[in-house]
């Protein structure tokens, strides 16, 4: 019974932490050396894209896409959602959507290599992008910004992680 118990405690302590990794990776800022290769507005209501099968329903709002490819390989695209944070998780208090796609198409006609700094995954299954918070030009990669406080959360994780391990075991001996 108290292996039962001890192994109980170990799957949630494990769960949490999984959770806190997973919410680090998702609203932590990324980056990467890209080249804009176009951009797009489409109009999307709650439940996704709005276009002649399928009409509106609700609320309806423009958003912006920024389609790149990797200096390496034509084939390698990566397509990122231009959106608004405001005020909502997680916490960029970006409102200069329209500025940044500015910015990208004028990136996209110089055929820059630029640093797109986002968060958020790609999940193609669910119609979910990352989301571009910046982007900036660059000359090489060897300029890519690092997620310095992604590594730092990563390894706080991982440091309670191994604390309460490591307690929570002390606590079954005794």
């Given at each position: 019974?108290?292996?039962?118990?001890?192994?109980?405690?170990?799957?949630?302590?494990?769960?949490?932490?999984?959770?806190?990794?997973?919410?680090?990776?998702?609203?932590?800022?990324?980056?990467?050396a890209?080249?804009?290769?176009?951009?797009?507005?489409?109009?999307?209501?709650?439940?996704?894209?709005?276009?002649?099968?399928?009409?509106a329903?609700?609320?309806?709002?423009?958003v912006?896409?920024?389609?790149?490819?990797?200096?390496?390989?034509?084939?390698?695209?990566?397509?990122?959602?231009?959106?608004?944070?405001?005020?909502?998780?997680?916490?960029?208090?970006?409102?200069?959507?329209?500025?940044?796609?500015?910015k990208?198409?004028?990136?996209?006609?110089?055929?820059?290599?630029v640093?797109?700094?986002?968060?958020?995954?790609?999940?193609?299954i669910?119609?979910?992008?990352?989301?571009?918070?910046?982007?900036?030009?660059?000359?090489?990669?060897?300029?890519?910004?690092?997620?310095i406080?992604?590594?730092?959360?990563?390894?706080?994780?991982?440091?309670s992680?191994?604390?309460?391990?490591?307690?929570?075991?002390?606590?079954?001996?005794?």
């Amino acid at each position: 019974m108290k292996n039962i118990f001890k192994n109980t405690i170990f799957g949630i302590i494990l769960a949490i932490h999984a959770v806190a990794i997973c919410v680090i990776n998702f609203s932590m800022p990324s980056y990467k050396a890209l080249n804009i290769t176009g951009i797009e507005v489409k109009r999307m209501d709650k439940d996704g894209f709005i276009n002649k099968e399928r009409v509106a329903n609700g609320a309806v709002r423009d958003v912006y896409f920024i389609y790149t490819k990797t200096p390496q390989s034509i084939d390698d695209v990566i397509s990122f959602r231009n959106e608004d944070t405001r005020w909502g998780y997680p916490f960029y208090m970006k409102f200069n959507s329209a500025d940044l796609q500015a910015k990208a198409a004028a990136l996209a006609e110089s055929k820059s290599l630029v640093q797109i700094k986002y968060y958020g995954w790609r999940l193609p299954i669910f119609h979910e992008f990352f989301n571009a918070v910046s982007i900036k030009k660059i000359e090489s990669k060897d300029e890519l910004s690092m997620p310095i406080f992604s590594y730092l959360f990563y390894f706080l994780t991982l440091v309670s992680l191994i604390y309460c391990l490591i307690f929570t075991n002390n606590k079954f001996k005794h």
